[in-house]
């Protein structure tokens, strides 16, 4: 856990109001309330993601909501399927065949 000031010293090319913008934006989520938030690892994570687009890669700011989001989307995508695997995992043998044979293209 980070407070506003250590993340923003790890990126020294980033400055405090633009990290801020981030967070009223809802692009990053720390705990807390302004100014005392927390910045857990995923949201370090996040902000360190954010910061390669907008700095490294030069990803116009009105585009990285949709980036975002796709990448949201792809996150959960993957958690559902861990889920249905470990579901499918605990079905008897002639079911799960069945379902593999089923979805194969």
């Known amino acids: 856990m980070m407070r506003f000031t ?3 010293a790890l990126f020294p090319d980033l400055p405090e109001t633009e990290l801020h913008t981030w ?4 692009w990053v989520r720390p705990e807390g309330t302004e100014p ?5 690892d995923i949201d370090v ?6 910061h390669d687009f ?3 890669m030069d990803v116009r700011e009105e ?5 975002l989001s796709l990448l949201d989307q792809i996150y959960t995508l993957r958690a559902q399927m861990r889920t249905i695997s470990r579901a ?3 079905q008897p043998e002639d079911v ?3 379902i593999l044979a089923a979805i194969k293209v």
Do not use: N, Q, S
């Not at 967070?23 to 809802?26: A, D, F, L, P, Y």
């Not at 005392?36 to 857990?40: E, L, M, R």
């Open 6 to 8: 250590a993340v923003t």
């Open 23 to 26: 967070v009223v934006r809802g």
């Open 36 to 40: 005392d938030w927390i910045f857990a």
């Open 45 to 50: 994570a996040r902000v360190r993601l954010i």
């Open 54 to 56: 907008r700095h490294a």
């Open 63 to 67: 585009t990285i909501p949709l980036v």
């Open 88 to 90: 499918l995992e605990t």
């Open 96 to 98: 799960r065949t069945a």
